[in-house]
Protein backbone atom coordinates (compact mmCIF):
# COMPACT_ATOMS: atom_id res chain seq x y z
CA UNK A 1 0.00 0.00 0.00
CA UNK A 2 1.36 3.60 -0.69
CA UNK A 3 -0.39 6.72 1.00
CA UNK A 4 -0.13 9.70 -1.77
CA UNK A 5 -0.79 13.32 -0.44
CA UNK A 6 -3.03 14.73 -2.62
CA UNK A 7 -3.85 18.48 -0.81
CA UNK A 8 -2.89 20.17 2.62
CA UNK A 9 -5.06 23.11 3.33
CA UNK A 10 -6.00 25.41 7.09
CA UNK A 11 -9.53 25.39 7.93
CA UNK A 12 -10.16 28.21 9.67
CA UNK A 13 -13.22 29.26 11.73
CA UNK A 14 -16.37 30.16 10.11
CA UNK A 15 -16.80 33.14 11.90
CA UNK A 16 -13.96 35.17 13.97
CA UNK A 17 -13.31 34.17 17.58
CA UNK A 18 -14.45 37.88 19.57
CA UNK A 19 -11.71 39.93 20.81
CA UNK A 20 -11.79 39.16 24.76
CA UNK A 21 -11.18 35.74 23.95
CA UNK A 22 -8.36 35.74 22.11
CA UNK A 23 -5.45 35.55 24.31
CA UNK A 24 -5.60 32.49 26.70
CA UNK A 25 -3.48 31.83 28.92
CA UNK A 26 -2.54 28.07 29.36
CA UNK A 27 -3.08 25.91 33.01
CA UNK A 28 -0.02 24.92 35.01
CA UNK A 29 -1.82 21.87 33.96
CA UNK A 30 -1.01 22.24 30.87
CA UNK A 31 2.84 23.53 31.70
CA UNK A 32 3.16 19.57 33.32
CA UNK A 33 3.13 18.20 29.69
CA UNK A 34 5.74 18.10 26.86
CA UNK A 35 4.53 21.02 24.30
CA UNK A 36 5.99 18.45 21.64
CA UNK A 37 4.09 15.81 22.62
CA UNK A 38 1.12 15.44 19.86
CA UNK A 39 -2.14 13.05 20.84
CA UNK A 40 -2.40 10.64 17.57
CA UNK A 41 -5.48 8.79 16.75
CA UNK A 42 -6.76 7.38 13.24
CA UNK A 43 -10.82 6.35 12.97
CA UNK A 44 -11.56 3.28 10.53
CA UNK A 45 -14.38 3.64 8.17
CA UNK A 46 -15.31 0.46 6.43
CA UNK A 47 -16.98 0.64 2.76
CA UNK A 48 -20.52 1.30 2.12
CA UNK A 49 -20.42 0.47 -1.47
CA UNK A 50 -21.85 4.09 -2.49
CA UNK A 51 -19.30 6.58 -0.66
CA UNK A 52 -18.99 10.15 -2.75
CA UNK A 53 -15.24 10.84 -0.86
CA UNK A 54 -15.19 14.59 -2.32
CA UNK A 55 -18.59 15.36 -1.08
CA UNK A 56 -17.38 13.19 2.10
CA UNK A 57 -14.31 15.98 2.34
CA UNK A 58 -16.65 18.64 1.79
CA UNK A 59 -18.74 17.81 4.33
CA UNK A 60 -15.97 17.29 7.12
CA UNK A 61 -13.99 20.71 6.10
CA UNK A 62 -17.16 23.14 6.23
CA UNK A 63 -18.34 21.14 9.43
CA UNK A 64 -15.01 21.21 11.25
CA UNK A 65 -14.82 25.51 10.26
CA UNK A 66 -18.35 25.76 11.97
CA UNK A 67 -17.20 24.06 15.10
CA UNK A 68 -14.06 25.61 15.46
CA UNK A 69 -16.07 28.45 16.08
CA UNK A 70 -16.51 27.11 19.97
CA UNK A 71 -13.59 25.28 20.17
CA UNK A 72 -11.42 27.79 18.94
CA UNK A 73 -8.62 27.57 21.20
CA UNK A 74 -7.73 25.06 18.84
CA UNK A 75 -7.34 26.90 15.87
CA UNK A 76 -5.15 29.10 17.18
CA UNK A 77 -1.07 29.45 17.70
CA UNK A 78 0.68 28.39 21.10
CA UNK A 79 3.09 30.66 22.22
CA UNK A 80 6.08 29.34 24.89
CA UNK A 81 7.37 32.37 25.78
CA UNK A 82 4.07 33.95 27.08
CA UNK A 83 2.49 30.83 28.01
CA UNK A 84 -0.69 31.58 26.15
CA UNK A 85 -2.77 30.17 23.29
CA UNK A 86 -3.04 33.15 20.30
CA UNK A 87 -6.63 32.34 19.67
CA UNK A 88 -5.75 34.30 16.17
CA UNK A 89 -8.07 31.87 13.29
CA UNK A 90 -4.88 30.68 11.98
CA UNK A 91 -6.99 27.72 11.35
CA UNK A 92 -6.07 23.35 12.10
CA UNK A 93 -4.17 21.56 9.02
CA UNK A 94 -6.43 19.08 7.07
CA UNK A 95 -5.08 17.12 4.82
CA UNK A 96 -6.28 14.74 1.69
CA UNK A 97 -4.35 11.48 0.56
CA UNK A 98 -5.35 8.27 -1.63
CA UNK A 99 -4.19 5.13 -0.28
CA UNK A 100 -3.61 2.79 -2.88
CA UNK A 101 -5.80 -1.38 -2.04
CA UNK A 102 -8.70 -1.43 0.12
CA UNK A 103 -9.15 -0.68 4.16
CA UNK A 104 -9.93 -4.46 4.57
CA UNK A 105 -6.48 -5.23 3.44
CA UNK A 106 -5.01 -2.54 6.50
CA UNK A 107 -7.59 -3.79 9.70
CA UNK A 108 -7.03 -7.87 8.63
CA UNK A 109 -3.32 -6.55 10.61
CA UNK A 110 0.27 -8.19 10.82
CA UNK A 111 3.37 -6.34 11.19
CA UNK A 112 3.87 -5.01 8.21
CA UNK A 113 0.74 -2.83 8.62
CA UNK A 114 2.65 -0.85 11.41
CA UNK A 115 4.71 1.67 9.19
CA UNK A 116 1.37 1.95 7.13
CA UNK A 117 -0.48 3.02 9.89
CA UNK A 118 1.74 6.05 10.83
CA UNK A 119 1.11 7.31 7.34
CA UNK A 120 -2.42 7.52 7.98
CA UNK A 121 -2.35 10.66 10.35
CA UNK A 122 -0.58 14.07 9.94
CA UNK A 123 3.28 14.02 11.18
CA UNK A 124 3.17 17.67 12.99
CA UNK A 125 6.38 19.43 12.89
CA UNK A 126 8.13 21.09 15.68
CA UNK A 127 8.05 24.90 14.69
CA UNK A 128 6.78 27.73 16.60
CA UNK A 129 4.02 28.76 15.13
CA UNK A 130 2.57 25.66 13.77
CA UNK A 131 -0.99 24.54 14.18
CA UNK A 132 -2.38 22.52 17.31
CA UNK A 133 -4.43 20.63 14.90
CA UNK A 134 -3.97 18.28 12.48
CA UNK A 135 -6.30 16.14 10.33
CA UNK A 136 -5.34 13.89 7.18
CA UNK A 137 -8.35 12.60 5.35
CA UNK A 138 -7.29 8.96 3.99
CA UNK A 139 -9.42 7.70 0.86
CA UNK A 140 -8.60 3.90 0.18
CA UNK A 141 -8.77 2.95 -3.87
CA UNK A 142 -11.12 -0.30 -2.96
CA UNK A 143 -13.03 1.66 -0.66
CA UNK A 144 -13.27 2.88 2.81
CA UNK A 145 -11.40 5.81 4.57
CA UNK A 146 -9.87 6.54 7.75
CA UNK A 147 -9.48 10.31 9.43
CA UNK A 148 -6.18 10.70 11.06
CA UNK A 149 -6.09 13.13 14.03
CA UNK A 150 -3.10 14.25 15.88
CA UNK A 151 -3.54 17.22 18.56
CA UNK A 152 -0.62 18.66 20.75
CA UNK A 153 -0.99 17.23 24.27
CA UNK A 154 0.02 20.91 25.48
CA UNK A 155 -3.59 21.98 25.17
CA UNK A 156 -5.75 18.99 25.42
CA UNK A 157 -5.78 15.34 27.30
CA UNK A 158 -7.60 12.74 25.67
CA UNK A 159 -11.38 13.68 26.92
CA UNK A 160 -10.60 16.79 25.21
CA UNK A 161 -9.61 15.40 21.88
CA UNK A 162 -12.92 12.83 21.77
CA UNK A 163 -15.15 15.31 22.66
CA UNK A 164 -13.74 17.56 19.79
CA UNK A 165 -14.40 14.55 17.17
CA UNK A 166 -17.84 13.88 18.57
CA UNK A 167 -18.88 17.16 18.50
CA UNK A 168 -17.35 17.25 14.77
CA UNK A 169 -19.29 14.45 14.07
CA UNK A 170 -22.30 15.98 15.57
CA UNK A 171 -22.16 18.68 12.77
CA UNK A 172 -21.26 16.98 9.83
CA UNK A 173 -23.92 14.32 10.27
CA UNK A 174 -26.77 16.54 11.68
CA UNK A 175 -25.87 20.31 11.81
CA UNK A 176 -23.75 22.51 14.11
CA UNK A 177 -27.18 23.29 15.58
CA UNK A 178 -27.65 19.96 16.92
CA UNK A 179 -24.48 20.71 19.18
CA UNK A 180 -26.04 20.34 22.28
CA UNK A 181 -23.22 21.19 24.89
CA UNK A 182 -20.20 24.11 24.19
CA UNK A 183 -16.96 23.18 25.46
CA UNK A 184 -15.98 24.95 28.61
CA UNK A 185 -12.55 26.70 28.24
CA UNK A 186 -12.29 28.03 32.09
CA UNK A 187 -9.17 25.45 33.40
CA UNK A 188 -7.02 28.38 33.76
CA UNK A 189 -8.90 30.57 35.38
CA UNK A 190 -8.73 27.85 38.47
CA UNK A 191 -5.68 26.64 37.49
CA UNK A 192 -3.33 29.65 36.50
CA UNK A 193 0.24 29.27 35.17
CA UNK A 194 2.56 29.29 37.45
CA UNK A 195 6.66 30.78 36.60
CA UNK A 196 7.86 28.13 39.21
CA UNK A 197 7.63 25.18 37.33
CA UNK A 198 10.45 23.71 35.40
CA UNK A 199 10.56 22.08 31.66
CA UNK A 200 8.10 19.93 31.28
CA UNK A 201 10.18 17.45 28.85
CA UNK A 202 10.45 15.30 32.32
CA UNK A 203 10.45 11.61 30.02
CA UNK A 204 13.47 11.90 27.86
CA UNK A 205 14.48 7.95 26.82
CA UNK A 206 16.93 6.96 28.92
CA UNK A 207 17.68 3.93 27.10
CA UNK A 208 17.40 6.39 23.46
CA UNK A 209 19.59 4.39 21.97
CA UNK A 210 17.11 1.24 22.23
CA UNK A 211 14.74 0.27 19.31
CA UNK A 212 10.95 0.20 20.88
CA UNK A 213 8.17 -1.41 19.06
CA UNK A 214 4.68 -1.19 19.61
CA UNK A 215 2.06 -4.20 19.30
CA UNK A 216 -1.87 -4.47 20.09
CA UNK A 217 -3.05 -7.13 22.41
CA UNK A 218 -6.63 -7.68 22.61
CA UNK A 219 -8.40 -8.98 25.62
CA UNK A 220 -11.89 -10.13 24.49
CA UNK A 221 -14.55 -9.78 26.97
CA UNK A 222 -14.87 -13.51 27.42
CA UNK A 223 -11.09 -13.45 28.56
CA UNK A 224 -11.23 -10.43 31.04
CA UNK A 225 -14.47 -12.98 32.54
CA UNK A 226 -12.35 -15.17 33.10
CA UNK A 227 -9.64 -13.02 34.73
CA UNK A 228 -11.64 -11.57 37.09
CA UNK A 229 -13.05 -14.60 38.30
CA UNK A 230 -9.52 -15.53 38.83
CA UNK A 231 -8.90 -12.51 40.76
CA UNK A 232 -11.87 -12.26 42.89
CA UNK A 233 -11.73 -15.85 44.05
CA UNK A 234 -8.27 -15.16 45.02
CA UNK A 235 -8.87 -11.87 46.86
CA UNK A 236 -12.00 -13.32 49.09
CA UNK A 237 -14.43 -10.77 47.61
CA UNK A 238 -12.61 -7.93 49.53
CA UNK A 239 -13.54 -5.97 45.77
CA UNK A 240 -15.04 -6.50 42.87
CA UNK A 241 -11.36 -5.86 40.23
CA UNK A 242 -12.51 -3.64 36.93
CA UNK A 243 -11.20 -4.61 33.18
CA UNK A 244 -9.12 -1.84 33.75
CA UNK A 245 -7.63 -3.36 36.47
CA UNK A 246 -7.22 -6.45 36.01
CA UNK A 247 -5.75 -5.68 32.61
CA UNK A 248 -3.08 -3.28 33.97
CA UNK A 249 -2.36 -5.64 36.82
CA UNK A 250 -1.43 -8.36 33.99
CA UNK A 251 0.07 -6.52 32.17
CA UNK A 252 2.42 -5.26 34.99
CA UNK A 253 3.16 -8.61 36.43
CA UNK A 254 4.64 -9.63 32.79
CA UNK A 255 6.34 -7.01 32.73
CA UNK A 256 8.00 -7.48 36.51
CA UNK A 257 8.74 -11.03 35.17
CA UNK A 258 9.89 -9.93 32.23
CA UNK A 259 12.53 -7.97 34.13
CA UNK A 260 13.45 -10.03 36.86
CA UNK A 261 14.46 -12.58 33.77
CA UNK A 262 16.63 -10.18 32.39
CA UNK A 263 18.01 -8.55 35.29
CA UNK A 264 17.93 -12.14 37.72
CA UNK A 265 16.46 -10.44 40.72
CA UNK A 266 13.27 -9.25 41.23
CA UNK A 267 13.34 -5.05 40.58
CA UNK A 268 11.10 -2.26 42.00
CA UNK A 269 8.57 -0.65 40.31
CA UNK A 270 6.28 2.18 40.22
CA UNK A 271 3.31 2.29 38.05
CA UNK A 272 1.55 5.63 36.59
CA UNK A 273 -1.26 5.30 35.42
CA UNK A 274 -3.58 8.26 33.88
CA UNK A 275 -5.95 9.55 36.18
CA UNK A 276 -9.18 12.02 34.61
CA UNK A 277 -9.87 14.45 37.46
CA UNK A 278 -13.18 15.46 36.01
CA UNK A 279 -15.79 15.05 38.68
CA UNK A 280 -13.15 14.06 41.03
CA UNK A 281 -12.53 17.05 43.36
CA UNK A 282 -14.34 19.56 45.42
CA UNK A 283 -13.85 22.60 43.15
CA UNK A 284 -17.06 23.90 40.74
CA UNK A 285 -14.87 22.85 37.71
CA UNK A 286 -17.20 22.48 34.42
CA UNK A 287 -17.71 18.43 33.73
CA UNK A 288 -17.06 19.87 29.89
CA UNK A 289 -13.79 21.76 30.81
CA UNK A 290 -11.70 21.28 27.79
CA UNK A 291 -7.49 21.49 28.21
CA UNK A 292 -5.63 18.91 30.44
CA UNK A 293 -7.27 17.90 33.31
CA UNK A 294 -5.31 15.00 34.39
CA UNK A 295 -3.07 13.61 37.34
CA UNK A 296 -1.64 10.16 37.58
CA UNK A 297 -2.60 7.47 40.23
CA UNK A 298 0.65 5.43 41.41
CA UNK A 299 1.27 2.16 42.16
CA UNK A 300 4.36 0.73 44.05
CA UNK A 301 5.99 -3.02 43.61
CA UNK A 302 9.08 -3.28 46.07
CA UNK A 303 11.67 -5.37 47.63
CA UNK A 304 9.33 -6.21 50.45
CA UNK A 305 6.54 -7.38 48.15
CA UNK A 306 8.88 -10.02 46.64
CA UNK A 307 6.09 -12.89 48.15
CA UNK A 308 3.36 -10.98 46.82
CA UNK A 309 4.24 -11.78 43.00
CA UNK A 310 0.48 -13.57 42.27
CA UNK A 311 -1.99 -11.59 39.61
CA UNK A 312 -4.46 -10.92 42.74
CA UNK A 313 -1.30 -8.93 44.40
CA UNK A 314 -0.79 -6.47 41.27
CA UNK A 315 -4.87 -5.86 41.33
CA UNK A 316 -4.68 -4.57 44.48
CA UNK A 317 -2.05 -2.58 43.71
CA UNK A 318 -3.58 -1.12 41.02
CA UNK A 319 -6.30 -0.53 42.45
CA UNK A 320 -5.41 1.00 46.19
CA UNK A 321 -3.25 3.45 44.07
CA UNK A 322 -6.84 4.67 42.05
CA UNK A 323 -8.38 4.70 45.48
CA UNK A 324 -6.00 6.74 47.01
CA UNK A 325 -5.83 9.20 43.87
CA UNK A 326 -9.69 9.23 44.31
CA UNK A 327 -9.66 9.85 47.83
CA UNK A 328 -6.72 12.81 47.64
CA UNK A 329 -8.74 14.14 45.00
CA UNK A 330 -12.48 14.35 46.79
CA UNK A 331 -9.62 16.50 49.52
CA UNK A 332 -9.00 18.92 46.73
CA UNK A 333 -10.80 22.12 47.61
CA UNK A 334 -8.23 24.75 46.18
CA UNK A 335 -5.66 25.65 43.71
CA UNK A 336 -2.64 25.22 45.70
CA UNK A 337 -3.82 21.72 47.26
CA UNK A 338 -4.18 20.39 44.16
CA UNK A 339 -0.75 21.96 42.72
CA UNK A 340 0.75 20.11 45.75
CA UNK A 341 -0.45 17.37 45.15
CA UNK A 342 0.50 17.30 41.49
CA UNK A 343 4.02 17.88 42.40
CA UNK A 344 4.59 15.67 44.88
CA UNK A 345 3.19 12.78 42.29
CA UNK A 346 5.63 14.32 39.79
CA UNK A 347 8.47 14.44 41.78
CA UNK A 348 8.49 10.82 42.58
CA UNK A 349 7.84 9.82 39.27
CA UNK A 350 10.51 11.60 37.87
CA UNK A 351 12.92 10.24 40.55
CA UNK A 352 11.46 6.52 39.45
CA UNK A 353 12.32 7.32 35.79
CA UNK A 354 16.10 8.52 36.80
CA UNK A 355 17.34 5.51 38.95
CA UNK A 356 18.56 2.67 37.01
CA UNK A 357 18.06 0.36 39.56
CA UNK A 358 13.95 0.96 39.55
CA UNK A 359 11.20 0.40 36.78
CA UNK A 360 8.84 3.00 35.40
CA UNK A 361 5.45 1.67 33.99
CA UNK A 362 3.73 4.66 32.35
CA UNK A 363 -0.12 3.51 31.56
CA UNK A 364 -2.92 5.56 29.72
CA UNK A 365 -6.42 4.31 29.72
CA UNK A 366 -8.96 5.72 27.11
CA UNK A 367 -11.75 3.06 27.96
CA UNK A 368 -15.59 4.29 28.45
CA UNK A 369 -14.85 7.43 26.19
CA UNK A 370 -16.66 8.30 23.58
CA UNK A 371 -14.18 6.53 21.15
CA UNK A 372 -16.40 4.67 18.86
CA UNK A 373 -19.41 7.66 18.91
CA UNK A 374 -17.32 9.33 15.94
CA UNK A 375 -20.76 8.92 13.04
CA UNK A 376 -20.09 11.85 10.46
CA UNK A 377 -23.28 10.51 8.49
CA UNK A 378 -21.34 7.29 7.24
CA UNK A 379 -21.70 5.24 10.34
CA UNK A 380 -19.96 5.00 13.68
CA UNK A 381 -15.86 3.77 12.80
CA UNK A 382 -15.35 -0.13 12.75
CA UNK A 383 -11.81 0.81 14.56
CA UNK A 384 -10.09 3.24 16.44
CA UNK A 385 -6.47 2.90 16.94
CA UNK A 386 -3.00 4.98 18.05
CA UNK A 387 -0.27 5.88 16.43
CA UNK A 388 3.10 4.40 17.30
CA UNK A 389 5.69 7.02 18.93
CA UNK A 390 9.28 6.35 18.41
CA UNK A 391 11.21 5.86 21.19
CA UNK A 392 8.37 6.08 23.29
CA UNK A 393 7.95 3.32 26.02
CA UNK A 394 4.29 3.38 27.51
CA UNK A 395 1.00 0.95 27.81
CA UNK A 396 -2.65 2.78 26.18
CA UNK A 397 -5.62 1.21 27.07
CA UNK A 398 -8.73 1.35 25.21
CA UNK A 399 -12.23 -0.73 24.76
CA UNK A 400 -12.63 -2.81 21.73
CA UNK A 401 -15.46 -2.10 19.76
CA UNK A 402 -18.13 -4.18 21.01
CA UNK A 403 -17.23 -2.60 24.76
CA UNK A 404 -16.75 -6.06 26.69
CA UNK A 405 -13.08 -6.29 25.62
CA UNK A 406 -9.63 -3.78 26.24
CA UNK A 407 -7.23 -3.56 23.19
CA UNK A 408 -4.05 -3.08 25.08
CA UNK A 409 -1.16 -1.31 22.74
CA UNK A 410 1.86 -1.90 24.66
CA UNK A 411 5.35 -0.12 23.16
CA UNK A 412 8.68 -1.79 24.49
CA UNK A 413 12.01 -1.84 23.72
CA UNK A 414 12.75 -4.94 21.34
CA UNK A 415 14.18 -7.70 23.50
CA UNK A 416 11.48 -6.73 26.63
CA UNK A 417 9.05 -7.38 23.22
CA UNK A 418 10.04 -10.91 22.30
CA UNK A 419 9.91 -11.72 26.32
CA UNK A 420 7.13 -10.33 26.99
CA UNK A 421 4.91 -11.68 24.29
CA UNK A 422 5.57 -15.30 25.08
CA UNK A 423 4.77 -14.72 29.21
CA UNK A 424 1.75 -17.54 29.39
CA UNK A 425 -0.14 -15.19 31.15
CA UNK A 426 -0.10 -12.39 27.86
CA UNK A 427 -0.79 -15.91 25.55
CA UNK A 428 -2.95 -17.44 27.16
CA UNK A 429 -5.62 -14.18 27.89
CA UNK A 430 -4.89 -12.50 24.56
CA UNK A 431 -5.91 -12.52 21.01
CA UNK A 432 -3.54 -12.09 18.07
CA UNK A 433 -0.96 -9.20 18.65
CA UNK A 434 -0.37 -6.73 15.88
Same mark, same amino acid.
Given at each position: ?? +????????????? =??????????????????????????????????? @??? /??????????????????????????????????????????? %???????????????? /???????? %??? =??????? =?????????? /??????????????? %????????? +????????????? @???????????????????????????????????????????????????????????? #????????? +?? %??????????????????? =? #??????????????????????????????????????????????????????????????????????????? !??????? !???????????????????????????????????????????????????????? @???????????????????? !?????? @??
Amino acid at each position: MN +VQILSRKLITPSS =PTPHHLQNLKISWLDQFLSPHNYLPFIFYYPSTGD @ENN /EERSKQLQNSLSEILTIFYPLAGRYIDNNLIIDCNDKGVEYTE %AQVSGGLSLLLEGGEL /ETELRNHL %APH =PVQPDNS =PLVLIQFNMF /ESGGVAIGLCVTHRV %ADAYTVFTF +VRTWATACKLGVD @EVLHAPSFQLPSFFPSRDTISSPNRFIGRNHHKIVVMKRFVFTGAALSKLKAVVSASVNG #SHQPTRVEV +VT %AVIWKTLTMVAQAKHGRLR =P #SLLSHTFNMRGKIAMPIPDNSCGNFINVALSHFTADDETKVQLHDFVDRVYNGIKNMVSDCARVSSDDELFVMAE !KIRIETI !KAFTRSEMDLYMFNSWCRMPVYQADFGWGKPGWVSGLYVPGVEMVFLVDTKDGDGI @EAWVSLEEDTMLLFQENPDI !KAFTGQ @EL
